[in-house]
């Protein structure tokens, strides 16, 4: 006689360690990990099957409050490690969490890398535009004159587009979603998990301490609407207050128009395609008037993406071909070697 033991459905409380979270009251990490947490069951995962790893940082911290598989590696490295865990154990859903300083500075080759090969993991990159835990140095995606302990007269450097160097190294999933809008973000979490290849969100969070209102702009509810741009595939560029604006392409710039003047509708606008590889360059590059000649809101959402072959996948399906081939080796003999050498 055998029994059968249905296991009881996994909720985000399942996925909570115990540990204390010790992040400043107040931090955006805050809901960046409750997100995270709500949507792990819904993956359909086991918690053995998830591992998350995570570089130096505050957002760092990360795995410590997850009760998964984990790892705090070392600053920068994350993409390597990560890459390794995914290639040897291609079964494991497998999270890269980081932040700023410690993805386009120190770990930037790390990441273009990790992109160009397009391995099968999810990068969270956590974006307050400065350096939180070594406490309020600029960062590489500080605006030019911000004045921190480290650029008392205002930063002289140029900062990164993150979604824009992503893709660069031809990302195959680009995104943006914010801390202060957590059913967008969850939204974005699960298509990020669900797609084959290197998924790259950027969070906008908020770092109280050391650069608090840095995003407030599109959090805030008296402006959100008029500075914000959510895209959803295959439908037009539309926001404000009651969808009063959209955007055309005039030429090849984009342009504001308004509704409500009677003189454009829906049918005239940009229609938001994912796939567009042009046309999503274009949209990493709306920062209000540094660009284009319009003031254009801040896009949200899922700008690029395409499905490629994945590395992990391919070296394994390269190493299994080996083996047929060659039979299954044998390492003593591979470290001894051809040739042999008598000393007298």
Same mark, same amino acid.
């Given at each position: ?113 990790? *992109?160009?090969?397009?391995? @099968? ?6 974006? =307050? /535009?400065? %350096? #939180? ?95 914000? *741009?959510?895209?959803?595939? @295959? ?6 207050? =009651? /969808?009063? %604006? #959209? ?98």
């Amino acid at each position: 006689m055998s029994t059968t033991i249905d296991n009881p459905a996994l909720t985000a409380k399942d996925f909570t360690s115990d540990q204390d979270v010790r992040w400043c009251p107040g931090c955006g990490d805050y809901s960046i990990l409750k997100q995270v947490q709500s949507i792990m069951p819904e993956t359909g995962r086991e918690k053995e099957d998830v591992v998350f790893i995570s570089g130096i940082g505050c957002s760092s911290r990360f795995p410590y409050y997850l009760d998964t598989y984990g790892m705090h590696s070392i600053h920068g490295r994350a993409p390597a490690i990560a890459s390794g865990v995914k290639t040897m154990r291609p079964d494991l859903s497998v999270w890269l969490i980081t932040g700023d300083g410690d993805a386009l500075s120190i770990g930037g080759n790390h990441l273009i890398h990790l *992109l160009r090969r397009n391995v @099968d993991l999810n990068v969270l990159l956590f974006n =307050n /535009e400065i %350096y #939180g835990l070594t406490k309020g140095q600029y960062s590489p995606t500080s605006p030019e004159g911000t004045v921190t302990k480290s650029t008392p007269m205002g930063s002289l450097d140029h900062p990164f587009n993150p979604l824009a160097l992503v893709a660069g190294a031809d990302g195959a999933f680009i995104a943006r979603a914010m801390d202060r809008d957590p059913k967008h973000l969850r939204e974005i979490l699960l298509a990020a998990d669900q797609h084959r290849g290197t998924s790259f969100l950027e969070i906008y969070q908020n770092c109280n301490v050391f650069n608090d209102g840095a995003f407030e702009v599109f959090t805030d509810k008296k402006t959100k609407a008029d500075t914000t *741009l959510f895209l959803e595939h @295959d439908q037009p560029l539309v926001f404000g207050e =009651n /969808e009063r %604006y #959209g955007i055309i392409l005039d030429g090849f710039a984009p342009k504001v128009v308004d509704l409500t003047s009677g003189e454009w509708s829906k049918d005239d606008l940009w229609i938001h395609d994912k796939t567009d590889k042009f046309k999503s360059s274009m949209l990493f590059r709306f920062f209000g008037k540094t660009v284009f000649k319009e003031d254009l809101p801040r896009p949200f959402g899922i700008f690029y993406q395409k499905e490629r072959s994945t590395y992990d996948s391919d070296l394994n399906e390269q190493l299994q071909r080996a083996v047929e081939a060659k039979g299954p080796g044998d390492l003593d003999a591979l470290l001894r070697g051809k040739n042999t050498w008598e000393i007298q």
